[in-house]
């Protein structure tokens, strides 16, 4: 009688979302591009510095970082399919062009706002392209690594 009564086999497990996860980093990776636009204007009205290369390699940089933290920051992220890893990284890259090129217009509208719209479309699809191009290239990173770890993880546990 006392194993008819048992909660825990009429207690149902909910099977892991990785998207409530993923919609944090893709805000972090909103506020990433943001963060960096403000200091590159702080430091081009403050300091008269219009390059720097140690904001550059940071912002180069953060994409790969948070790619990776965004997959190693729980052990159910590491072991999803791969479809779901590449559905993720879509999203991360979508929202990192999305806010360059935000950016981008913004930027432009302020230094070059004496060039023709059609111009001003064309630069844009081109520093778009070139964000997605690069974003992708460090998702490649990120998935030859997650897919290493997996293999020498794996071969761990079954040797």
Known sequence: MQDLLNEEEFIKEKPYNPWKSF?????????????????????????????????????????????????YHRKENFLLKTKTILLGLLGLVSVYALMVSVGGIIAMREYLGYISIWDHILIQLTGFAGTILFHHIICSVVILIIAARRK???KLKTA
Not at 38 to 47: A, E, P, S, Y
């Open 23 to 71: 919609r944090l980093f893709y805000a972090i990776a909103a506020a990433e591009v943001l963060l960096f636009y403000g200091i590159r204007m702080v430091l081009r009205d403050t300091f008269g510095i219009t390059n720097s290369l140690a904001l550059a390699i940071a912002f180069n940089l953060l994409p790969l970082c948070t790619a990776l933290f965004m997959f």
């Open 152 to 154: 020498k993880k794996f």
